[in-house]
């Protein structure tokens, strides 16, 4: 997929959206308190949940990193592993126990690798690893989705978009993620009047929903380049009339932020004609699924973006955007830096601890910048590494901040 990419890479900082996300307070949301030990260290409770295919490997690698670079701020980690999806319904029959939805509630975050699988395919819905997730979500509430998708200077010949169309794009996009089509009643699939099947879902929202989303994208949108974009179909949904009403309403409250308007089938064309157009985005359930997927592909590769889903309170969901790649589970092919990166947004979003996330992300580029690169981003001129190489060199970049401090 990438064009040759040369090895004499300058070392180079990352664009606006990873240091507008260091900028960025957790606000509105509430961080984690923590514990302080004995020896004055801060302590964190986090609940792992690998999940399936490639999401034990991935998760495996970024706890070492978290264990790493938190050592090297102060910060210990006491990690409980639970499971979720497919691996679930393996072990207590159902995608998501009630043993795992405690262990969440009851942590300072929560770091997940993947859901599902082929083999869990032909499982009725409410079997599905799938549903799993969405259960969790809505047992955490956590409405606000962040994806970040942007190009890193070492990547953009991976995009599959020209070079002068991909470099640069830095874009943020705010999903709302517990309401929705998704989470609308009514629902199901039922037989009408002349014996068809006919599937329905309700795509549905009520002020407040949209409001407290708004509100996130707003105050992400002032932290970073002051441009928000609403994406809705008001034009054919009384649901997204309601939306793009209140949207527009609460812009008063923030005249720093230029706030525009587009027709999701416009946003999806836009963001492959000129996606540097684009700051912050702010969209629905099903809205925000698509086009953060197509964003993604924009940056090189699903495997590199990371996502956080946080509440008013209580604790975050971090996880990487890609699924669980049954096909190369177990073949050490994986991409891990998703989930790494997600690990940085956990210390960031979840937790405040900016200056571990930071050593994350700067480790991340340090590896990029040697030249190493998994199936998914690799071009001629650079080294191809497996899922646990890729970790391993993450984590000497960790160590290697701190020699160069010294």
């Given at each position: 997929?990438?064009?040759?990419?040369?090895?004499?890479?300058?070392?180079?900082?990352?664009?606006?959206?990873?240091?507008?996300?260091?900028?960025?307070?957790?606000?509105?949301?509430?961080?984690?308190?923590?514990?302080?030990?004995?020896?004055?260290?801060?302590?964190?409770?986090?609940?792992?949940?690998?999940?399936?295919?490639?999401?034990?490997?991935?998760?495996?690698?970024?706890?070492?990193?978290?264990?790493?670079?938190?050592?090297?701020?102060?910060?210990?980690?006491?990690?409980?592993?639970?499971?979720?999806?497919?691996?679930?319904?393996?072990?207590?029959?159902?995608?998501?126990?009630?043993?795992?939805?405690s262990a969440a509630k009851d942590s300072d975050a929560v770091l997940l690798g993947a859901i599902g699988g082929y083999k869990w395919d032909k499982n009725e819905k409410h079997l599905k690893p799938e549903t799993g997730l969405l259960q969790l979500r809505a047992a955490l509430k956590v409405f606000a989705n962040l994806r970040p998708a942007t190009v890193l200077p070492q990547l953009v010949d991976a995009s599959t978009l020209k070079r002068e169309v991909a470099e640069g794009v830095d874009l943020m996009v705010v999903r709302e993620l517990t309401g929705g089509i998704y989470f609308g009643v009514p629902r199901g699939i039922k037989t009408n009047e002349n014996g068809e099947e006919?599937?329905?879902?309700?795509?549905?929202?009520?002020?407040?929903?949209?409001?407290?989303?708004?509100?996130?994208?707003?105050?992400?949108?002032?932290?970073?380049?002051?441009?928000?974009?609403?994406?809705?179909?008001?034009?054919?949904?009384?649901?997204?009339?309601?939306?793009?009403?209140?949207?527009?309403?609460?812009?008063?409250?923030?005249?720093?932020?230029?706030?525009?308007?587009?027709?999701?089938d416009n946003a999806a064309m836009q963001l492959v004609r000129d996606p540097k157009q684009f700051d912050t985005i702010v969209t629905n359930n099903i809205f925000g699924d698509i086009l953060s997927d197509e964003a993604s592909m924009i940056t090189g590769s699903i495997g590199m973006l990371p996502s956080a889903s946080l509440s008013d309170s209580g604790p975050g969901?971090?996880?990487?955007?890609?699924?669980?790649?049954?096909?190369?589970?177990?073949?050490?092919?994986?991409?891990?830096?998703?989930?790494?990166?997600?690990?940085?947004?956990?210390?960031?979003?979840?937790l405040g601890e900016e200056k571990a996330a930071k050593r994350i992300e700067d480790a991340v580029l340090g590896a990029l910048n040697k030249g190493f690169r998994t199936g998914d981003i690799y071009s001629n001129g650079t080294k191809l590494v497996g899922c646990k190489e890729m970790g391993e060199e993450v984590l000497k970049s960790v160590d290697s901040q701190v020699h160069a401090s010294v």
């Open positions: 997929m990438a064009a040759a990419l040369q090895t004499n890479i300058r070392p180079v900082k990352f664009p606006a959206t990873f240091r507008a996300l260091t900028k960025q307070s957790p606000a509105p949301f509430r961080v984690r308190c923590c514990a302080v030990n004995s020896a004055g260290k801060k302590r964190y409770n986090i609940t792992l949940l690998p999940g399936d295919g490639i999401g034990p490997e991935v998760i495996s690698i970024a706890k070492k990193v978290l264990q790493q670079a938190g050592s090297l701020e102060g910060v210990e980690f006491s990690f409980r592993e639970m499971p979720v999806g497919g691996a679930a319904l393996d072990l207590v029959g159902v995608p998501l126990p009630e043993e795992t939805i006919v599937g329905f879902n309700t795509e549905v929202y009520a002020a407040h929903e949209i409001d407290r989303i708004a509100r996130v994208a707003f105050e992400t949108a002032r932290k970073r380049r002051g441009k928000l974009c609403s994406v809705d179909k008001a034009n054919v949904l009384e649901a997204s009339i309601l939306w793009r009403r209140r949207v527009t309403a609460l812009a008063a409250e923030y005249p720093d932020v230029e706030l525009s308007h587009m027709y999701v969901l971090f996880e990487p955007i890609h699924g669980s790649a049954p096909d190369i589970a177990g073949q050490d092919k994986a991409n891990p830096l998703a989930t790494i990166l997600s690990a940085a947004m956990l210390l960031k979003y979840g």
